[in-house]
């Protein structure tokens, strides 16, 4: 071969590895990674027949997207109103179209609304369409009508936002809890809602804030807001606005119990009781020694059996004397139970409010406390005089005294079995390393009441800035100044309680008697408590 041939031969060779070489490259070409997720709901391109169509006579509705969707939980997500005696079927999943079809008779001169709720997102990230709905009318003109307002928390005021807001005609008014309403919405990020296309008639109407998502309002576990009188809807209504509550449970039920690892039993109730009380009434012998705490809200007890050879046990749940339940535990005969002894403790972090003792919090009663293997080191020195008392109010709970000094680390040690539970449970060492704090740091709130009628009660209640109470509450029968000692310094909010029933709480409302909760007011201005100084307010209760 010649020097030529073996050259062009040489490119050639050259020419095919490359024209391969990018042959594979365009097959290995892939969709560029990564980018922002779409957080997008599916958009609305088309609808035919158009929404608000009038003299509507069509059998079949059909709405395309810009992107594929499915349907999620259609049949609680949807409705239509007026209900149909053969709902619509819908088809749309994996499709960038959906389509109704229309099985019933539709009524003359009638507006009807399509809800979809959430029940249409895209396939990809399911960002759902929130509170899409669609309108016709089978007569010349829609009902244009429509009712909006706020929703918000009873008790903290602030906005309910993803809150069911419907409205029931008031011959359905019955249908509460029941079964699912067919004209509602859902509140926005500021807890506004509005209710469109609603024809001239009288509603009642409710705002839901629901845990199962059907909703049906379940008393034990959504809140609700409701407004007692019908409204009667002749033209458009704005700021009609509700509040939600968590409405008492109308039967006293047992909602959680337990027989614990440690030989302990627990029970939850739906309820706060007033004079609760429990007894073992099988075997009866059992209930000599019984050992019971009920928590501060009477809503749950803790209790301890010393003799604990039975197989089975049963316990009667009393309030105000009167027999509210009977529940049955049972054990199994090679049960073992681990118990030791921990102790809590009331200090702010690392360190103890110098207004206040020392608390220690045990998980068992407490039968024998050894003071020789508890050890208190004051700056590394060993201290005696210390004193340990149980608290009169709490089984749980012991007091630890000591004259505690400035700018001194401490550290209490509380050695292996040097305290004594129930069942002979003893205590692994306990370490607690803490200093007294400053008490500059603290400070007194001085806020001087006025009411407005010293014939009603008032409670007076500062909360934090999620209004939660941080401080005690306060009974307000009349004028004059409430004085908050020796308290960090901190944003605090006045909250006011109109005690319509004298009681001393707030109490919620409820829907079958028409009874609203309790009003509150927030004092607009904040408490501001800064370190080592007195601050001195005052509060002008208005007439709710």
């Known amino acids: 071969m010649s020097k030529n041939n073996r050259l062009v031969n040489k490119q050639y060779f050259y020419y095919l590895i490359l024209i391969v070489g990018l042959i594979y490259g365009c097959a290995s070409i892939q969709m560029p990674q990564g980018g922002p997720k779409d957080s997008l709901p599916p958009k609305v391109l088309k609808m035919e027949p158009k929404n608000l169509s009038t003299n509507f006579s069509a059998k079949k509705i059909v709405i395309d997207f810009d992107e594929y969707i499915k349907l999620d939980n259609e049949f609680k997500e949807f409705s239509i109103s007026p209900e149909m005696e053969k ?32 029940a249409i997102a895209d396939i990809n990230e399911s960002n759902a369409i929130k509170n899409f709905t669609y309108v016709f009318s089978t007569g010349p003109t829609l009902d244009s009508l429509s009712i909006s307002g706020t929703i918000k928390n009873a008790l903290t005021g602030a906005p309910e936002i993803e809150t069911v807001v419907f409205i029931l005609p008031l011959a359905r008014d019955t249908i509460l809890g029941k ?190 406390i050894d003071l020789t293997k508890i050890t208190l080191l004051e700056d590394s020195i060993p201290r005696k005089g210390f004193i340990l008392t149980k608290d009169s109010t709490d089984l749980l709970v012991y007091t630890f005294k000591y004259p505690w000094k400035k700018k001194e680390q401490y550290i209490l040690k509380i050695g292996d079995g040097a305290v004594t539970g129930l069942f002979n449970s003893k205590n692994k060492e306990i370490t607690k390393n803490f200093l007294l704090a400053e008490a500059d740091i603290y400070s007194t709130l001085y806020i001087n009441v006025t009411v407005p009628d010293t014939s009603k009660n008032y409670i007076l209640e500062l909360v934090n800035e999620k209004k939660e109470v941080v401080m005690g ?66 509060i002008d209760i208005p007439n709710p």
């Open 87 to 118: 709902p619509p079927i819908l088809k749309g999943s994996n499709t960038k179209k959906l389509e109704i079809t229309l099985q019933d008779t539709l009524e003359k001169n009638t507006t009807y609304t399509l809800n979809f709720g959430k």
């Open 473 to 538: 509450s306060e009974r307000i029968l009349k004028s004059g100044p409430v004085i908050f000692p020796n308290y960090r310094s901190g944003i605090y909010y006045a909250r006011i309680v109109y005690d319509e029933n004298k009681n001393g709480i707030w109490d919620t409302g409820n829907v079958a008697k028409g009874i609203q909760p309790e009003k509150i007011w927030y004092e607009p201005k904040e408490f501001s408590i800064r370190a080592n100084f007195e601050r001195r307010e005052k």
């Open 179 to 368: 079964k699912k309403p067919s004209i509602y919405t859902t509140t926005d990020s500021s807890g506004n809602y509005k209710l469109n296309n609603l024809k001239k008639e009288t509603y009642k109407i409710y705002a839901l804030k629901e845990k199962g998502g059907d909703k049906i309002y379940q008393q034990n576990f959504d809140e609700i807001g409701f407004i007692k009188e019908p409204l009667v809807l002749t033209k458009n209504m704005d700021s009609v606005n509700l509040k939600v509550f968590k409405e008492l449970a109308k039967d006293f039920r047992i909602v959680d119990r337990k027989l614990n690892s440690d030989g302990s039993i627990t029970m939850d109730f739906n309820q706060k009781l007033r004079r609760p009380e429990l007894t073992i009434i099988d075997p009866v012998a059992v209930d000599v020694g019984k050992i019971v705490r009920f928590n501060k809200n009477n809503d749950s007890v803790k209790f301890w059996l010393k003799d604990l050879s039975f197989d089975s046990v049963k316990v009667a749940v009393k309030d105000e004397g009167k027999a509210l339940d009977t529940v049955k535990f049972t054990r199994g005969k090679k049960d073992v139970y681990t118990r030791n002894v921990q102790a809590g403790d009331n200090l702010e972090g690392s360190a103890l409010n110098p207004f206040k003792d020392l608390k220690l919090y045990f998980n068992f009663p407490i039968e024998n």
